[in-house]
């Protein structure tokens, strides 16, 4: 084993040690870090000064093909610590553009042996051919424009999902990707991680946010501007033929376009609109409002089901907190179309998000109960770490004690994705929430919609339940099956509301209110309407409260 000092060299990549000042370059890193590189880190960066990719150190050091791990660990730390150490050395800011950059910004900062200074001497030989030869060189062929993109510098956790969807991406070669998942929950700021950890992969990064509702046209003219700056905007084309010449542009080059908040151009269709003809459902107040694209937006559902369907060598990311409509019969875990639902931080990566906020280690019991209440949910925690703030002196148990859970802009958060929902699909999740343990499909009573036979109501229930799915409203539970077990049943899939006591608070507050409201006949027959129940619940909510900061 080669000794330098008294700090041994691991073997991956111990040729780096006969050209870069290894210890001095860790040193420095360490302090941009705040604290010292771990050994993979430093194996990693030894990789790189070697000269090799990231596909080139995950096949060296894991034998594996796949680089995904790798490129999430380059783009989440070391790039981060070398642009931070650099631009605190040369007084102005540095950036990583690729890791074919990093040997040259290190080597001109000095931590190559035997360098040379040549800075007093660049302005007397720029035009010479050796000196174009580098600047053509350095100079990025990639082009991005990241639009309203916010800053994720403060991102952390979910270094799985990123590994994943980058394998998708990738190794896998999918073309179309979508991100799901709650308000709040982190859509937008995983996707312009993602999007810098993979950036080097493609030639043109888009990324674009729907919040405003921009036209397809809009859209696809601002696209094509940047994949084709040279080439002629026909506005009297169709929108099938722009869509083509998008496709056509997607195959020449590899790209990757992001479109964030696509829920915004879903519609929020009315309670009264109903999918199912009323002469069919008899009398009763109940129909399903599919998700559907708003009027005069169809054509980005023509888009993302070209895109998904056509051979090409890009990929389109959506976020969204609903599934778009042609997304299910596309995709597949073998497909080159995928979604993934994005679900809270664990308690680690939320407790720092709480730290940041200025709870101390003093009140990490009280922040575990108040991330468990939140199901780690990142926009929902910093909210309330706010509120306890600026209300309550910091006193995370003052908050807790006035019991309410929901409030302000996270009630209206759940309230933009509750009041889409028809009736069958609010009686659901009233049922769901009158009934805590994990239900199955069967489970639910067909009598939920009163005078239609046992058969339609079953059928309208598990298209309720698939609707609320895609809406990220209830998920699967994770639950093992018995294999011994003789009940059919005991087997079957489980589904329950969206993990967190603050969605199951907001709906009893709403199921009460509701009731309070409406004074329902009791020819309505329906468990979740009875407001003891529900006042019940609510009291054993907050009993469980108090009891938890015992």
């Known amino acids: 084993m080669v000794v330098v000092g008294s700090q041994p060299v691991e073997e991956e990549f111990i040729e780096a040690q006969k050209n870069w000042e290894l210890e001095k370059l860790y040193l420095d890193l360490a302090t941009a870090k705040r604290k010292a590189l771990t050994p993979v880190e430093k194996k990693f960066l030894r990789g790189l000064l070697c000269g090799c990719s990231p596909a080139e150190i995950a096949n060296r050091?894991?034998?594996?093909?796949?680089?995904?791990?790798?490129?999430?660990?380059?783009?989440?730390?070391?790039?981060?610590?070398?642009?931070?150490?650099?631009?605190?050395?040369?007084?102005?800011?540095?950036?990583?553009?690729?890791?074919?950059?990093?040997?040259?910004?290190?080597?001109?900062?000095?931590?190559?042996?035997?360098?040379?200074?040549?800075?007093?001497?660049?302005?007397?030989?720029?035009?010479t051919k050796e000196q174009e030869t580098e600047l053509i060189e350095l100079k990025s062929p990639k082009i991005q424009d990241w639009g309203e993109a916010v800053d994720v510098s403060g991102f952390c956790g979910r270094m799985t999902e990123l590994a994943t969807v980058s394998e998708w991406i990738l190794q896998?070669?999918?073309?179309?990707?979508?991100?799901?998942?709650?308000?709040?929950?982190?859509?937008?700021?995983?996707?312009?991680?993602?999007?810098?950890?993979?950036?080097?992969?493609?030639?043109?990064?888009?990324?674009?946010?729907l919040h405003l509702c921009p036209p397809i046209d809009v859209i696809l003219s601002n696209i094509m501007q940047i994949l084709s700056p040279n080439l002629e905007i026909d506005q009297t084309a169709t929108l099938n033929s722009r869509i083509s010449q998008l496709i056509n542009s997607l195959r020449n080059a590899r790209c990757l376009l992001v479109l964030d908040n696509v829920d915004s151009i879903?519609?929020?269709?009315?309670?009264?609109?109903?999918?199912?003809?009323?002469?069919?459902l008899g009398n009763t107040p109940y129909g399903l409002s599919q998700i559907r694209y708003?009027?005069?937006?169809?054509?980005?559902?023509?888009?993302?089901?070209?895109?998904?369907?056509?051979?090409?060598?890009?990929?389109?990311?959506?976020?969204?907190?609903?599934?778009?409509?042609?997304?299910?019969?596309i995709e597949g875990k073998k497909l080159p179309v995928r979604s993934v639902n994005l679900t809270g931080l664990s308690r680690k990566d939320s407790l720092l998000i709480l730290k940041a906020k200025g709870f101390s280690e003093f009140q990490y019991t009280e922040c575990g109960?108040?991330?468990?209440?939140?199901?780690?949910?990142?926009?929902?925690?910093?909210?309330?770490?706010?509120?306890?703030?600026?209300?309550?002196?910091?006193?995370?148990?003052?908050?807790?004690?006035?019991?309410?859970?929901?409030?302000?802009?996270?009630?209206?958060?759940?309230?933009?994705?509750?009041?889409?929902?028809?009736?069958?699909?609010?009686?659901?999740?009233?049922?769901?929430?009158?009934?805590?343990?994990?239900?199955?499909?069967?489970?639910?009573?067909?009598?939920i919609i009163p005078g239609l036979s046992p058969r339609l109501a079953q059928r309208l229930i598990l298209e309720a339940i698939e609707l609320l799915q895609r809406r990220s409203l209830i998920e699967k539970a994770k639950v093992q099956a018995d294999i011994h077990s003789t009940d059919p049943l005991m087997n079957t899939q489980l589904f329950c509301l969206s993990p967190g006591i603050v969605f199951r608070d907001y709906i009893i507050e709403r199921l009460m209110e509701e009731n309070f409201k409406s004074h329902l006949s009791a020819e309505s027959n329906l468990l979740l309407r009875n407001p003891i129940l529900a006042a019940q619940l609510k009291i054993d909510m907050k009993k469980s409260i108090v009891n938890s900061k015992v």
Request: net charge neutral.
């Open 61 to 127: 050091v894991y034998q594996s093909r796949s680089s995904s791990t790798v490129r999430v660990y380059l783009s989440n730390g070391l790039y981060k610590y070398i642009e931070d150490m650099l631009s605190s050395q040369a007084g102005y800011s540095v950036k990583v553009k690729n890791w074919s950059h990093v040997t040259h910004l290190l080597e001109k900062a000095g931590y190559k042996k035997n360098w040379i200074q040549l800075n007093t001497i660049v302005t007397f030989i720029k035009d």
């Open 172 to 209: 896998q070669r999918c073309r179309l990707v979508v991100l799901l998942g709650m308000g709040g929950i982190g859509k937008t700021a995983f996707s312009i991680k993602l999007a810098e950890g993979i950036q080097d992969q493609f030639e043109y990064v888009i990324w674009r946010s």
């Open 266 to 280: 879903l519609s929020s269709a009315d309670r009264d609109e109903t999918s199912v003809p009323s002469s069919t």
């Open 294 to 329: 708003r009027p005069g937006y169809e054509g980005y559902g023509e888009l993302i089901r070209r895109v998904g369907d056509s051979q090409h060598q890009s990929c389109l990311l959506l976020t969204s907190r609903e599934k778009p409509p042609e997304i299910a019969a």
């Open 369 to 447: 109960v108040l991330i468990d209440y939140y199901a780690g949910n990142p926009l929902f925690l910093k909210l309330v770490a706010t509120t306890i703030q600026d209300l309550f002196g910091g006193s995370i148990y003052e908050f807790l004690e006035q019991g309410s859970l929901a409030f302000g802009d996270i009630r209206r958060i759940l309230d933009q994705q509750f009041n889409p929902l028809s009736e069958l699909e609010i009686s659901i999740i009233y049922w769901l929430a009158l009934n805590p343990d994990c239900a199955s499909m069967h489970s639910v009573p067909s009598n």
